[in-house]
């Protein structure tokens, strides 16, 4: 069937997330679509799949007119979305999510639904455990799951919303395989959402490039890289060269240090961090080096072993008291554990800054607030809400919160869903940082990023870390083996 | 003396309206629309106590062409935190009532006041004393103020004598609510008829009859409050027990003996307060105790209507000749399934007794339970010694205070 | 933007004017005309001088809980023990005015603070299940609220029985110089219109200009993200607990020594309750409050009229308040109602 969208706009408030798109895609074929941090990709595809309805514009599949209230409508018509965070219940077994949203009946014919599952999942190519529970899954599975209930339930466009962000390369490869098939097998119509461009260029027949809200170019792939950056950015950005800043003081050390995880333990842990030095954390999803970032920032207590800041014994310390020893701690999920959904950017300012004041001066966190907003390039107001900020500028925020001076920054996922020239703006603001002496321990699923930015590298794999390695001399190639379980 | 005076009076007087009623001289006519109010401290439905004040008040409506009832129910600070007496009777009179019954003795201090503001309007707090002239509280109440209370005590008296008449094993009990005078008075009466006809008519020593009054601490059941009523009345009957009289507002005396007489156990109950009571258990039910508002509210609403109502404090007495007679007497009793022929017979005769003033269980001599005296070889109680009884009697079991 | 806040506005209004139709459907279901209806309510909420300041005295209490219910919601949490700190800061405030023998000026103030005292601790102890027991406030405050009920009606047919027995009705009035002064005939203390005037600009200040307010705003809309910028979370949940069981007790004690003149069994008889609907029909707003407040306790008022003018159940008044309420949850701004129980808490790891 053919999907064609003409004319889209949808407005929020001033900001025009679509200023007239138009695309035609044909069924059996992978498209991308490409476009930096707010070009409007998000918000394309949320209207495509009716979670919000457009100002104007039209969508036509095969020769009909269509219009969704919901995404259930569009769910209806064929058009199904996979989402950054796919939307499921967390403590629900796998077949009960699955049979979520198929209230056809009241009463749910349970063995129908297996029985179905697994074949919908051989099908694709994928492996379930029906009885499961959902929160025991890694994204990726949680992603194969959406997409298994998309297919039982008649989708014939398929939307991936970023997917290979916070999955690991075999889950990938796994997705994409099964990608192929649905569209050259079964003539399915697959959008690939992202800003990878590597991806883009493997697995996708066409791709289109969005720039502030409008259709800028097109092209079938494959085609120049360079040619694509330049679409997207409309030049290609420089990348800023890697100085090393690593001092001689220890800035954090870890003697012996185990931790009991809900489902997984770490042990042995003991390597020390300079001052002015980049750690990067290598691993899939739950291996443990988040348990090892919130074990340093003080948010869980570690078994047993001794954690050191600056020489100073700081095992028993707890988050806050961490944090006023200048130790920083940022979250992967932005508006789930960082920032505060419903308050203004002051807000956050001096949530964020203020000392043991009683009454708060309004008036000098707005002038704070302007300046931080100024040098971290945050389009919005002193007064915007954060959850009206587009993600890139959510990610500035978080910067923006942090202290002066810091000695430990743990950074979890510092630029995942960034574009290119996001996330190497971000790497310059870390660096600044680096310069003043602070230490940077960070986990990335992106290899490259930790090759590019790091000064040592380690990784992790169920619980355990492996040997460490200078981030110069190491390959993509080692990280793999590393990753895979080799010490 | 003058108790037995009194019966008699209003036997006679009710045998004569009855006369009038048979002759067909019809009740006063009103030449313009009555307006009375009836304030309750429950819902008017509650098969209680408030039930039979509504009860009463549809009983004027039907008898009285032209009188017209406004009711407000559930006037109490939990069920309507906003409301007060005062409200309300600023509302009735903005109404045009010119009448208001207040039938809780909750409300007996804000009657007083509501009365004071309202002096054209006639105001009868129901179970009050402030009117009573030989009262406690005498000259409380102002000239518009007066006071009705049906006389249960004789209706307990009855319900006492059922139960010694049907005990086996000689052990009757009490379920008592809260304790004050009302409840006091009334668990006594219970006692007084129980050993009346223990001895007269099953020719038993009295001093034999075992009476135990047990508190639980309110109307009904407060969990965590007040004694379980359910575990009160299961120990009276674990302790041999086989005759249980309710005080209280609700069901448990019937509920849980019935249970127990479904195991095969011969046990009865005397429920409390509502005609229909029995239908809870009839097969073990020896018969209830209940107000009936009816006549005396007729009775008020037609003396105002003809300009002959003066303050007073009405105790007042049932209609001896028919104990069931909604349409004349004050309290009644009917007779339970659970009472057999002979028994019944017996228990007419103390009726009959009560009636024409032979019998008054409430003669001397008698002590009060920490052995003071009470009253002295053949005396007989005043009204004013019943109604502030200060403690139970010697030979009932029980808390006083 | 301009269309937004309008809409935002303009909400608190629209299930105000629905409810008063589907009440009037309701009238005209009964035969009853809702011009004459609505007329009986008006008139037994504003007909005379006294009615107007029942209206008042009935607000008093209700408001100074819904205020301080503002400042738990903005925590993000469901107090719904405030029941039971109105209660309690009766019972509080009927100890010192039945045993306490000072001359009036000292005892008056001595009442409010021991109520809101007893209010602040019943809170706190809700509030301390919560951050070390992981008992939701919800559940620890009904369980509260039935302790403090069962309380009342120990004292009042145990300890504090008037001499001549126990009664339904609750202890022997206090002595004068323990009640409030009193308007007229009336049951409105103006004392205690100041009290609510304090507590109104208190909170709204608190949460607008306050360190503290902030960081409950930010407990209140994501806690975990709260703690990461450095809320402590247990140390707030437990202040703004008690801030509102505060602000309770003091309205049970405006109870006791102003509507009534004693502790009563029924001392509240679900106030807090009402209060929980005036602070979401006000979508938590605390400038809003004493208005809505005041609305609820004129239609209560004038249900009472209207009961006795149509003979239909004063429920009716409840019904149209209930309806409003429901009407703003269904309706309203959903994202001022995002906090709902549930949410998840990050751990606190104690220091050692």
Redesign the interface.
């Known amino acids: 069937m053919q999907l064609q969208i003409k004319g889209i706009r949808k407005y929020f408030?001033d900001v025009k997330a679509n200023d007239g798109i138009s695309l035609t895609l044909q069924p059996g074929k992978i498209y991308g679509l490409l476009g930096e941090n707010g070009a409007g990709k998000s918000t394309l595809m949320k209207v495509l799949s009716g979670y919000h309805k457009p100002d104007s514009g039209e969508i036509t599949l095969g020769k009909e007119g269509v219009r969704f209230d919901s995404p259930a409508e569009a769910l209806a018509s064929g058009i199904g979305m996979i989402y950054q965070d796919p939307l499921d219940v967390p403590s629900m077994r796998i077949l009960d999510n699955y049979l979520l949203g198929r209230d056809r009946k009241v009463l749910l014919d349970r063995a129908e639904a297996l029985q179905e599952l697994r074949q919908t999942a051989r099908r694709v190519g994928f492996e379930v455990d029906p009885q499961a529970f959902i929160d025991t899954l890694t994204l990726g599975e949680r992603q194969q799951l959406e997409l298994l209930r998309l297919l039982a339930m008649g989708a014939e466009v398929l939307i991936l919303d970023e997917p290979t962000t916070g999955i690991s390369g075999e889950q990938k490869e796994e997705l994409f395989d099964s990608i192929r098939k649905l569209a050259t097998v079964e003539g399915k119509t697959v959008i690939l959402v992202s800003h990878k461009l590597a991806e883009v260029q493997e697995l996708c027949h066409h791709v289109f490039v969005l720039r502030k809200g409008k259709l800028v170019g097109e092209a079938e792939i494959p085609c120049l890289t360079e040619d694509l950056v330049r679409l997207m950015f409309e030049d290609v950005p420089p990348r800023t060269a890697r100085v090393p800043h690593v001092r001689q003081e220890k800035a954090l050390e870890l003697q012996e240090v185990g931790i009991d995880g809900e489902r997984l333990q770490v042990s042995g842990l003991s390597f020390d961090v300079q001052s002015g030095e980049v750690f990067g954390l290598a691993g899939l999803e739950g291996s443990g080096q988040r348990l090892l970032l919130q074990a340093c920032a003080?948010?869980?207590?570690p078994s047993q072993g001794r954690i050191f800041l600056n020489g100073r014994d700081v095992t028993?310390?707890?988050?806050?008291?961490m944090?006023s020893q200048g130790v920083a701690?940022l979250?992967a999920g932005r508006?789930?554990?960082?920032?505060?959904?419903?308050?203004s950017l002051t807000?956050?300012i001096?949530?964020?800054t203020?000392d043991r004041?009683?009454?708060?001066d309004?008036k000098r966190y707005v002038e704070e607030t302007q300046r931080r907003i100024d040098r971290y390039q945050i389009v919005g107001q002193p007064e915007t809400l954060v959850d009206e900020l587009s993600g890139g500028n959510q990610q500035r925020a978080l910067f923006a919160?942090l202290r002066s001076p810091l000695q430990l920054m743990l950074l979890e996922h510092p630029t995942r869903g960034l574009d290119v020239r996001s996330a190497d703006w971000i790497w310059q603001l870390l660096m600044q940082r680096v310069e003043d002496g602070a230490a940077i321990l960070f986990m990335s699923a992106d290899l490259d990023e930790l090759i590019e930015r790091s000064d040592r590298i380690a990784a992790f794999s169920g619980g355990r870390m492996s040997r460490i390695v200078q981030a110069q001399e190491t390959t993509a190639e080692e990280l793999g083996y590393l990753i895979g379980g080799e010490r | 003396m003058k108790f037995k005076k009194m019966w008699v009076v209003l036997a006679s007087l009710a045998a004569l309206s009855l006369l009038i009623t048979a002759c067909g001289a019809g009740p006063v006519e009103l030449d313009e629309p009555f307006v009375f109010g009836v304030i309750l401290v429950g819902p008017k439905n509650d098969r209680g106590w408030s039930q039979a004040h509504y009860e009463g008040g549809l009983y004027v409506e039907q008898n009285l062409p032209g009188a017209e009832m406004i009711v407000f129910e559930s006037l109490n600070p939990a069920d309507k935190p906003e409301a007060t007496l005062e409200g309300v009777v600023d509302d009735m009179v903005a109404e045009g009532a010119k009448l208001i019954f207040t039938t809780s003795d909750e409300f007996e201090e804000d009657t007083v006041g509501a009365a004071e503001k309202y002096p054209e309007v006639v105001f009868i707090s129901i179970s009050g004393d402030d009117a009573w002239a030989e009262g406690q509280d005498a000259g409380e109440a102002p000239s518009n103020e007066g006071n009705i209370m049906g006389r249960m005590p004789d209706m307990k008296a009855i319900a006492g004598c059922a139960a010694a008449l049907t005990t086996q094993t000689g052990k009757i009990s009490y379920l008592g609510p809260l304790i004050n005078f009302e409840t006091r008075r009334l668990a006594a009466s219970a006692y007084l008829g129980a050993r009346y006809c223990y001895q007269e008519y099953r020719g038993l020593d009295p001093d034999d009859l075992e009476f135990t009054v047990t508190w639980i601490g309110f109307w009904f059941n407060i969990p965590g409050v007040t004694l379980d009523p359910t575990e009160v009345v299961t120990g009276f009957l674990d302790g041999g027990t086989d005759v249980v009289l309710s005080g209280i507002d609700t069901t448990e005396a019937i509920v849980v003996s019935g249970q127990r007489a479904d195991l095969g156990e011969q046990v009865w109950a005397i429920p409390y307060d509502f005609e229909g009571a029995c239908d809870e258990k009839p097969e073990i039910c020896l018969g209830v105790p209940y107000f009936n508002w009816g006549p005396s509210y007729l009775d008020t609403v037609e003396a105002i209507a003809t300009g002959t109502w003066e303050q007073s404090w009405d105790w007042n007495a049932p209609n001896w000749d028919d104990l069931t007679d909604n349409d004349v007497t004050h309290v009644g009793w009917v007779d339970g399934p659970a009472l057999t022929t002979e028994l019944k017979a017996d228990l007419d005769t103390f009726i009959a007794g009560l009636a024409d003033g032979d019998i008054n269980p409430w003669t001397g001599p008698l002590n009060l339970q920490d052995g003071t005296a009470y009253l002295a070889d053949g005396e007989i109680a005043t009204d004013f010694q019943i109604w502030y009884l200060p403690q139970l009697l010697e030979g009932m079991t029980g808390p006083s205070e | 933007m301009k269309r937004a806040s309008l809409l935002q506005r303009g909400w608190v209004i629209v299930p105000i004017l629905v409810a008063l139709v589907i009440t009037a459907l309701l009238l005209l279901a009964f035969k009853v005309s809702p011009v004459e209806g609505f007329g009986a309510m008006i008139r037994g909420a504003f007909g005379d001088m006294s009615k107007t300041l029942s209206v008042t005295a009935f607000w008093v209490p209700m408001t100074l809980a819904a205020v301080g219910l503002v400042v738990s919601f903005t925590a993000g949490l469901w107090n719904i023990g405030v029941e039971g700190q109105i209660v309690m800061g009766a019972i509080a405030a009927s100890w010192l005015a039945l045993k306490l023998d000072v001359p009036r000026g000292l005892l008056i103030p001595l009442e409010m603070l021991a109520a809101m005292a007893a209010g602040a601790i019943w809170a706190g102890i809700v509030a301390v299940l919560k951050t070390r027991g992981k008992v939701h406030e919800i559940f620890g405050g009904l369980a509260f609220n039935n302790l403090a009920i069962i309380f009342t009606n120990y004292l009042i047919s145990g300890p504090w029985q008037p001499p001549e027995g126990g009664t339904f009705r609750g202890t022997s009035p206090f002595p004068d110089k323990a009640l409030l002064p009193l308007l007229g005939d009336s049951r409105l203390s103006p004392i205690s219109v100041v009290m609510v005037i304090v507590a109104v600009v208190g909170v709204f200040l608190i949460l607008r200009g306050t360190a503290w307010g902030l960081k409950l705003k930010a407990l209140g809309k994501n806690p975990d993200s709260a703690f990461l910028l450095g809320v402590s979370s247990e140390r707030e949940t437990i202040l703004a607990l008690m801030l509102c069981g505060a602000l309770a007790g003091l309205g049970g004690a405006v109870r006791v020594t102003s509507w009534f003149d004693s502790l009563r069994q029924s001392i509240s008889g679900g106030i807090g309750y009402l209060a929980l609907l005036v602070v979401m029909l006000s979508a938590f707003r605390v400038a809003i409050v004493p208005f809505v407040s005041f609305f609820f306790s004129a239609v209560l008022n004038g249900s009472i009229t209207l009961q006795l003018r149509t003979q239909l159940h004063s429920a009716l008044g409840g019904i149209l308040t209930g309806v409003m309420v429901l009407l703003v949850l269904l309706f309203g701004d959903i994202r001022t109602l995002r906090i709902l129980p549930g949410q998840r808490r990050k751990k606190a790891v104690p220091d050692e």
């Open positions: 408030g003080g948010l869980i207590h028993r310390f707890h988050f806050h008291r944090r701690y979250p508006l789930e554990e960082g920032l505060v959904a419903g308050l807000e956050h001096a949530l964020a203020m004041e009683f009454l708060i309004w919160l």
